[in-house]
């Protein structure tokens, strides 16, 4: 069975897709709960000529997202934290801190979009992180966790 994706799935596709599943996932749980809708040949016809016009707009959009991703890969980033004895932050640095360090740099990302590649940062130094960007373009950026 062929549906069109009205929102994102994150283990099946993104919105405005065209995706193969099994009849009684498409039927008793996609359709019902609003995130597709059968993809009849109409659909079909309707869905191409939609993608033939957005195809011009995405170029437009990687290439925006692109730039986002080098400025934000040379900009230092740097997170403020309670810092205790030897060092020690009270708590860890999560995506929320490192999300609202990243608008003080001047750049609106969503901290969905933020993967910590570190896990329970709980002392200062150099870390990473990845940020998908565009659901092609995902950044590997270096931040700093300093007192503050």
Do not use: C, W
Request: aromatic share 4%.
């Amino acid at each position: 069975m062929d549906v069109l994706l009205k929102k994102k799935v994150d283990s099946l596709g993104d919105e405005n897709e065209i995706v193969s599943v099994k009849n009684g996932y498409g039927r008793n749980y996609l359709i019902p709960k609003g995130i597709a809708i059968l993809a009849t040949d109409s659909i079909k016809k309707m869905h191409a000529e939609n993608q033939k016009q957005r195809a011009h707009k995405e170029v437009k959009i990687k290439e925006e997202a692109e730039k986002l991703a080098k400025s934000i890969k040379s900009s230092k980033i740097k997170v403020a934290a309670k810092v205790g004895e030897k060092g020690k932050i009270f708590g860890s640095i999560t995506n929320i801190q490192l999300t609202d360090a990243i608008k003080e740099a001047g750049f609106e990302i969503d901290r969905k979009n933020i993967n910590i590649v570190e896990k329970n940062i709980k002392s200062i130094g150099k870390y990473s992180a990845d940020i998908k960007i565009h659901k092609d373009i995902t950044v590997n950026i270096e931040f700093e966790v300093a007192e503050g």
